[in-house]
Nanobody
């Protein structure tokens, strides 16, 4: 079994920055993708960014140029650096880890962008 725990959310002013942190534990040897999604109440979940074990990355158009994902395979950790945050970025962010058969999700961490 894989457990996923994320942190780093909180209150930030418009134009500010946050780094979200995530760690996968348990049976992690077969994890090949890790990334971040977000979901506002009443809306569909959006895949924000993900990284493969080989280092390939992918970003949603909405965060290109303002977010950077990084990963440490040895530690099974993944991070999302977000800059130039806007009020529309106020949402719950979820970390995910993927193996050959399943997706594992964290509990979520709330980012609030407000002055």
């Amino acid at each position: 079994q894989v457990q996923v725990v994320e942190s780093g959310g909180g209150l930030v002013q418009p134009g500010g920055s946050l780094r979200l942190d995530c760690a996968a534990t348990g049976s992690t040897l077969d994890i090949y993708d890790m990334g971040w999604s977000r979901q506002a109440p009443g809306k569909q979940r959006e895949l924000v960014a993900y990284s493969t074990r080989s280092g390939s990355t992918n970003y949603a158009d909405s965060v290109k140029g303002s977010a950077t994902i990084s990963r440490d395979n040895a530690k099974n950790t993944v991070f999302l650096q977000m800059n130039s945050l806007k009020p529309m970025d106020t949402v719950v962010y979820y970390c995910l880890a993927v193996n050959q058969s399943r997706e594992f999700w964290g509990q979520g961490t709330l980012v609030t962008v407000s002055s």
